[in-house]
């Protein structure tokens, strides 16, 4: 029987963020991961400390954005490769009162004055956008390349067996006291990461995990656009010189992952709001993000089972929380640090477990 100190089940942004304290600190692991509907290959992977539809500064957004770039520079120097792209968030306001109450908050609002700008004319050069109003820039923004980041780390993985590309079967996990053995594996902890399809996690299913189904899209269009983040109703961003990313839909109600015509008008309509140009749509798909009911992440062991750990509830900011909490869990687990209140599994203990 093979000894390891981790399994790692999924191969998402919390997962690719947990694994690199495993990468980091030589230990033994295995992660086990069945190659479907991952919500992080199909997410922009966009990192903005600013909620813009309220112009308020996320939770903790400071620290989030600090363990991001820790994070990700890591990779970018294990792999070589670039991960990390920075550029611009542009919100288009909807009126005049919006622009006054962005200026408001930019000005006046301590803890938003670094990620605010004040000039609300930076898109005028830009012929093709509609922004009658202005639009704000949101400051320290960009996105991390999960399309490239996670292929390139599963192919590693692979490289050195430490993957196995399958369904993982909780029937055959076997809970001692002070360690874990599935199939022909035996392991000290085992890390949960595995996004909304925890609900059918035997250990964790009762926990309260939301699932939300975001549908985006690929255009493209011979529109002349800036290299940065323009949001209207929809997000878009571009991928290459004429290739773009359009998303994301909220459906709480159609847990499927099948993409749907209703889902691409709305995208194309909210894009056609903020471009005045044509576009072509290359690929349409589909995901579900685990959110949670207080919006809050899920981080910790199980009540009774203390070998086992739960990471998820990212939500849409995983690519900024992920890494500050498999920092935490981490520390938790290695070192026995506590995890904060706001973040800690234990704090759905009395309602969610038997």
């Given at each position: 029987?093979?000894?390891?100190?981790?399994?790692?089940?999924?191969?998402?942004?919390?997962?690719?963020?947990?694994?690199?304290?495993?990468?980091?600190?030589?230990?033994?692991?295995?992660?086990?991961?069945?190659?479907?509907?991952?919500?992080?290959?199909?997410?922009?992977?966009?990192?903005?400390?600013?909620?813009?539809?309220?112009?308020?500064?996320?939770?903790?957004?400071?620290?989030?954005?600090?363990?991001?770039?820790?994070?990700?520079?890591?990779?970018?120097?294990?792999?070589?490769?670039?991960?990390?792209?920075?550029?611009?968030?542009?919100?288009?306001?909807?009126?005049?009162?919006?622009?006054?109450?962005?200026?408001?908050?930019?000005?006046?609002?301590?803890?938003?004055?670094?990620?605010?700008?004040?000039?609300?004319?930076?898109?005028?050069?830009?012929?093709?956008?509609?922004?009658?109003?202005?639009?704000?820039?949101?400051?320290?923004?960009?996105?991390?390349?999960?399309?490239?980041?996670?292929?390139?780390?599963?192919?590693?993985?692979?490289?050195?067996?430490?993957?196995?590309?399958?369904?993982?079967?909780?029937?055959?996990?076997?809970?001692?006291?002070?360690?874990?053995?599935?199939?022909?594996?035996?392991?000290?902890?085992?890390?949960?990461?595995?996004?909304?399809?925890?609900?059918?996690?035997?250990?964790?299913?009762?926990?309260?995990?939301?699932g939300v189904k975001g549908e985006v899209l690929t255009i493209r269009t011979e529109a002349k656009l800036p290299k940065a983040v323009v949001k209207g109703k929809e997000f878009l961003f571009p991928l290459s010189s004429d290739e773009y990313f359009v998303g994301a839909t909220y459906d709480r109600d159609c847990l499927d992952y099948e993409v749907t015509e209703s889902a691409k008008t709305e995208l194309l309509s909210g894009i056609g709001k903020v471009v005045d140009s044509s576009f072509m749509v290359l690929h349409q798909q589909a995901s579900i993000r685990p959110t949670v009911k207080d919006r809050?992440?899920?981080?910790?062991?199980?009540?009774?089972?203390?070998?086992?750990?739960?990471?998820?509830?990212?939500?849409?900011?995983?690519?900024?929380?992920?890494?500050?909490?498999?920092?935490?869990?981490?520390?938790?687990?290695?070192?026995?640090?506590?995890?904060?209140?706001?973040?800690?599994?234990?704090?759905?203990?009395?309602?969610?477990?038997?």
């Open positions: 029987m093979k000894q390891v100190d981790y399994i790692v089940v999924g191969l998402g942004v919390a997962a690719t963020a947990f694994i690199k304290y495993l990468l980091e600190h030589q230990h033994s692991f295995v992660v086990i991961n069945q190659d479907f509907h991952r919500a992080s290959t199909v997410a922009a992977g966009l990192y903005n400390p600013v909620v813009l539809k309220r112009f308020s500064l996320v939770w903790d957004a400071r620290q989030q954005l600090e363990k991001m770039h820790e994070l990700f520079l890591w990779y970018e120097q294990f792999f070589d490769k670039k991960f990390i792209d920075e550029m611009p968030v542009f919100r288009i306001f909807n009126d005049e009162q919006e622009q006054k109450t962005w200026h408001k908050k930019a000005t006046t609002h301590h803890e938003l004055v670094p990620f605010l700008s004040t000039d609300f004319q930076q898109l005028k050069i830009y012929n093709d956008i509609k922004d009658p109003y202005g639009s704000g820039e949101v400051l320290a923004t960009g996105r991390i390349d999960l399309r490239l980041l996670i292929p390139t780390l599963e192919q590693y993985l692979r490289q050195k067996e430490n993957l196995l590309q399958e369904k993982f079967r909780y029937e055959d996990l076997q809970i001692a006291p002070n360690s874990i053995s599935y199939q022909n594996l035996q392991a000290k902890h085992v890390i949960f990461c595995e996004g909304y399809h925890i609900l059918s996690n035997p250990y964790f299913r009762k926990l309260p995990i939301i809050r992440p899920i981080i910790g062991g199980h009540p009774t089972y203390k070998n086992l750990y739960c990471f998820n509830g990212m939500g849409t900011r995983g690519t900024m929380l992920a890494p500050k909490m498999a920092e935490i869990l981490y520390l938790h687990i290695e070192k026995g640090q506590p995890i904060d209140n706001q973040s800690d599994i234990a704090r759905f203990y009395d309602e969610y477990f038997d």
